[in-house]
């Protein structure tokens, strides 16, 4: 396995085990979009495997996956929810991004410069994690009802009962009473590839320090987005909760969603949605 990482670096040979670089020649198409983008990102060129800076995985290019895809989601929700039903209440909500959804992008391939993305590690499903759900509620919860004082929410005996509380923020510990699912797409949706460009690498990475001259080269940053699809929300309510209760956790979920945003880049649009009661 050979490795181009630009023109100032020499190549580099990589020994893989005889059964694993067969696979990869032969393989031509990967359906896990995991292993597509952490594990298997090359370039097949005159049966050589070359490593490209900015090479992005193949599935990228499918607008939506087909009937195994939707099978599996299928199975998903229907397991999901019937744990969620196994609670005195459940909370359904449909969540469906106005344009594009950025789930994890941080981190990077080891061996490409293409940003990563939030992916089952089974399925290679972009999905939802239920602790980036639960926070962007309990942070709008803080915000909305409690002018941005988390301290002030803490004090709150409702906000307690559905989010909990750590030993070190009250005299004693509590659980939280909402049980948040990872939240998968209900049936096709597409990852597809966006950039950013900012021109002032130097001003921002540097906090001011360097003028942002035009002078400093651009660097496009590459990263994959979701889009085009409808995410199933299902939250378990382990205590009895009254109806005005229940209405007023939807409610902050909905303004959650659709005015502050779920992910990254929500300053500009990114992740705002809309929210509807799922009567799937």
């Known amino acids: ?62 607008s939506e996956k087909g009937r195994i895809h939707n099978e599996i989601l299928s199975h998903l929700y229907y397991r999901m929810r019937k744990l969620a039903q196994s609670f005195p209440h459940t909370i359904q909500l449909q969540y469906t991004p106005v344009d594009k959804l950025l789930i994890g992008i941080g981190g990077h391939s080891p061996h490409s410069k293409f940003s990563s993305i939030t992916l089952h590690a089974l399925y290679g499903i972009p999905y939802i994690p239920s602790s980036a759900l639960k926070g962007v509620v309990r942070n709008c919860w803080i915000q909305e009802k409690f002018e941005g004082q988390e301290s002030k929410a803490l004090k709150d005996a409702t906000f307690r009962t559905c989010f909990g509380a750590g030993a070190d923020e009250i005299e004693s510990a509590s659980r939280g009473s909402l049980i948040f ?59 009895d909760f ?30 705002l949605g809309e929210v509807v009661a799922n009567n799937y």
């Open 1 to 62: 396995m050979k490795s181009n990482q630009g023109k100032n670096d020499t190549n580099k040979t990589y020994i893989l085990p005889k059964d694993a670089a067969q696979f990869i020649q032969q393989a031509k198409l990967i359906d896990n979009d995991f292993l597509a983008f952490n594990r298997m990102v090359y370039k097949l060129e005159n049966k050589k495997i070359e490593l490209g800076p900015h090479q992005v995985p193949r599935s990228l290019r499918q």
């Open 181 to 239: 699912f990872d939240s998968f797409p209900i049936k096709s949706y597409t990852i597809t590839k966006d950039v950013q460009t900012p021109h002032y690498k130097k001003y921002y990475e540097q906090k001011g320090a360097v003028e942002p001259t035009d002078d400093q080269e651009p660097v496009p940053l590459l990263f994959p987005a979701v889009k085009g699809t409808t995410f199933n929300i299902l939250i378990g309510v382990e205590k």
């Open 242 to 271: 009254s109806k005005e209760q229940i209405n007023l956790v939807q409610r902050m979920i909905k303004i959650a969603l659709c005015e502050y945003g779920l992910g990254a880049k929500t300053a500009i649009g990114y992740g």
